[in-house]
């Protein structure tokens, strides 16, 4: 097999929920474990964060929830997004907590619900200012009121999400919390009551104490890595995945030599080029070395040169002794050195979301 690799580490995963649960309380925890586990493995995930405490988890599509329950996950699984109507009644067959915001999708779920022969609890998602999917305010007590007059439905939460929680000083997130109180109160003055609301991401739980409600849903966090933008979380959050390749093959070039595609990297002076077997069908962008991303190799971080290719990088390593074989870490510790999703994310322009959900399936995940 190509030695070419992820790492994934469930006790980080069970102690930065340990920290999440003990700093959100008395709100639930919801562990965010959609894109295969924002790239980590959804049901190792799950069952790590549901071993360290977590009560519910959410996920973004119809089949993340069916396989977690064919894993034999047993705790509520929210659904982010509205499914479409012909997918209700595998959602009521599975046990998934819908969320809704279209009179189509209430009467979907509320026809598969009565025709499974189940009472299902709905989320009714407000959209308060992010414009992406929800309710508008004026029009989320007509749901609501939709919702309750179905004897097969229970609604079960009522639910937003901010646009720009992850940037600590700015204004807009107050304004949403508090257009999403004033819905949820004009909701419950007509008598309309529902077991929970929430709003919090991993940014709006760490820093807007008053936005946790009644439960959280982190996602990043339980990852280990910090969601805000403007400081880093005060909590012990342990980064849970590290990217490791091996030197394939070892070639000194002379100065003036060019290498990869192109020929867009020219050597200043003989140097040694190692080869690493990733690329970009792995995840990795192909400018990486014009953008100046590093790898580590024997603890002294070495830059990446020339083009990547689809199942190959270069790095320059100078006159350092290197030999096929080498561990290579791309993201992760080696020595006294470390490469964070962080950095590769600002090398990227980007944030640190896309960098490990990019890490694509066909690298094996390790898990320990």
Known sequence: MRPT?????LEAIKHNVRQLDQTVSPAILCAVVKADGYGHGAIPVARAAVSAGVKWLAVALV???????????????????????????????HGLRPAVYSGEGIAAVAAAATQVGRKVPVHLKIDTGMHRVGVSPDLALTLAKAI??????????????????????????????????????EIETEGIESKMQHAANSALALNNPEGRY???????????????????????????????????????????????????????????????????????????GHCGAQVLIGGKRHPIVGNVTMDQFL??????????????????????????????????????YEIICGIESRIPRRYS
């Not at 990869?260 to 192909?286: C, F, H, I, N, Q």
Request: charged share 25%; proline share 4%; glycine share 6%.
């Open 5 to 9: 690799w992820a790492d994934i580490d």
């Open 63 to 93: 089949e993340e929830g069916i396989a977690l329950r064919e894993a034999g996950i047993d705790v509520p699984i929210l659904l982010l997004s509205e499914p479409r109507p012909l997918e209700m009644v595998q959602v009521v067959e």
């Open 148 to 185: 309750s007059e179905k004897s097969s439905l229970l609604l079960d939460g009522l639910w937003t999400h901010c646009a720009v929680a992850d940037v600590p000083s700015h204004p807009f997130t107050a304004r949403q919390l508090a257009n999403f109180n004033k819905t949820v109160k």
């Open 214 to 288: 009644d439960l959280v849903r982190c996602g990043l966090a339980i990852y280990g890595l910090s969601p805000l933008e403007e400081k880093d979380s005060d909590l012990d959050l342990r980064p849970v995945m590290k990217v490791c390749s091996e030197v394939s093959y070892v070639k000194r070039i002379e100065a003036g030599e060019s290498v990869s595609y192109g020929l867009s990297w020219e050597a200043e002076e003989k140097t040694t080029v190692a080869t690493v077997p990733m690329g970009y069908a792995d995840g990795l962008r192909r400018d990486a």
């Open 315 to 352: 790095v320059d390593c100078g006159h350092n002794e290197i030999v096929a074989g080498d561990e290579v870490v791309i993201l992760g510790s080696q020595g006294d050195e470390m490469i964070t999703a962080a950095e590769w994310a600002e090398i990227f322009d980007t944030i640190t």
